[in-house]
């Protein structure tokens, strides 16, 4: 089983950045696609951002298109999600995860707060 550990949440002011970081354990990690996915107060967890094994087949939600940009490292076995130009809506934890059918154990994600 491999272990999630997303980190670099915090509070922003709209309009800007922060960059997420997703560490797993494991090599296996290399292997699968993975996600971004995040879930609001009172909302289903949701699909941000998707990216290959190799990193070179990425798709995002539309609600992030142009703003969110999914990468990996897998020498590193870490994701990560660049968000710019964020907006109160954006507002969420932020959970990663393999893009199979059997998701590992979620991690505890990490909360993400676009407020001025």
């Known amino acids: 089983q491999v272990q999630l550990v997303e980190s670099g949440g915090g509070l922003v002011q709209p309009g800007g950045s922060l960059r997420l970081s997703c560490s797993a354990s494991g090599s296996i990690f290399k292997i699968y696609g993975m996600a971004w996915y995040r879930q609001a107060p009172g909302k289903q967890r949701e699909l941000v951002a998707g990216i290959s094994s190799g990193g070179g087949i990425t798709n995002y939600a539309d609600s992030v298109k142009g703003r969110f940009t999914v990468s990996r490292d897998n020498a590193r076995n870490t994701l990560y999600l660049q968000m710019n130009s964020l907006k109160p809506e954006d507002t969420a934890v932020y959970y990663c995860?393999?893009?199979?059918?059997?998701?590992?154990?979620w991690g505890q994600g990490t909360q993400v707060t676009v407020s001025s």
């Open positions: 995860n393999n893009r199979g059918a059997r998701p590992w154990d």
